[in-house]
């Protein structure tokens, strides 16, 4: 028989037989255990610290801008403006800007030059009831900005990401706004950055018919 008194060990029974686990294999195993649970709570704290919260988030204000971008529902015809700097004609028969709602109105569609094949495709959104948009861009890349709080006829996006962008240096957009002067008039700013630093702009000026 052994003597569980002079065992430096713990005495584990496995498959009917008797096996001496030694101390210092199990202390091991239990910082193992903790290492791993400290590795696994480091993944989960920064997303959790990334959500906005009701209390940084003026819900209404947000709200407020998502139904001025819903009030543009329709077809945009360009009277003027330009793409980074390269001025454009207008046209009065095509449509160049585009809205429509989607997902039971919780987005708005925006087409920019619409039926074209640079055409290209926002989304905007409430995240958390914050007032968001995902741009699908001709360059190949997709910034997501927010709405900077602030009432009156223009509401004003400042960029958060760039998704699909592995060298900082390239050309993306990186500002956005939308500028509504009265019901069937409206001007989209759109705010550009190559090498990191401020490149040529973009502005629409557009009518709704």
């Known amino acids: 028989m052994l003597d569980a008194k002079n065992l430096k060990g713990i005495v584990v029974i496995i498959n009917g037989r008797t096996l001496i686990l030694p101390m210092l294999l199990l202390g091991l195993a239990v910082l193992g255990c903790s290492k791993v649970e400290k590795e696994a709570e480091q993944e989960i704290l920064p997303t959790k610290r990334l959500g906005a919260t009701a209390s940084t988030v003026d819900v209404e204000l947000s709200e407020r801008q998502f139904e001025k971008i819903k009030s543009l529902v329709g077809n945009w015809y360009l009277t003027g403006g330009n793409q980074l700097g390269k001025e454009l004609e207008p046209d009065p028969k095509v449509p160049f800007l585009t809205y429509a709602t989607s997902a039971a109105g919780n987005c708005v569609i925006e087409k920019l030059f619409a039926g074209q094949t640079k055409e ?55 500002s956005h706004s939308l500028k509504i002067e009265g019901e069937n008039t409206l001007t989209a700013h759109w705010g550009a950055t190559k090498e990191q630093t401020p490149a040529s702009t973009s502005v629409f000026n557009v009518e709704r018919k």
Do not use: R, W
């Open 120 to 174: 290209m495709t926002t989304v905007y959104f409430l995240d958390k009831g914050q007032l968001s948009m995902h741009h699908y861009c001709s360059l190949g890349n997709q910034p997501s900005m927010v709405a900077v709080p602030a009432e009156g006829d223009e509401i004003v996006f400042q960029l958060l990401a760039v998704g699909n962008m592995s060298d900082p240096n390239d050309l993306h957009l990186s």
